[in-house]
């Protein structure tokens, strides 16, 4: 996860290879006042293998400055970043647990 945990363990294909992640999220809670009463977490598979396995989230993440959980609505848009790189995305499902 962005700038809070390293993988476990790099399972990257070579360049110009399809990969693949199945990424489990749960959203953080928030109290009366906007605070977190509780974390958001992820689980990553890459390619098949666990790369993050109940990772606790400190916030949405920038380049330059400490993450920041930002209360938003339940639902809204998915980010995916490139910096910059050719890359392409295809096959992408979102489902509620």
Request: aromatic share 12%; net charge positive; charged share 25%.
């Amino acid at each position: 996860i962005y700038k809070q945990y390293p993988p476990l363990v790099n399972v990257c294909r070579k360049p110009g290879e399809w990969q693949t992640y199945d990424v489990i999220f749960t959203k953080p809670e928030f109290d009366n006042m906007g605070k977190p009463a509780k974390r958001a977490t992820m689980t990553v598979l890459q390619n098949g293998v666990a790369v993050q396995n109940h990772s606790e989230i400190y916030g949405e993440t920038f380049n330059d400055k400490p993450a920041l959980y930002v209360v938003k609505k339940d639902k809204g848009p998915i980010k995916l970043q490139d910096h910059g790189n050719p890359v392409r995305y295809r096959n992408i499902w979102i489902r509620s647990l």
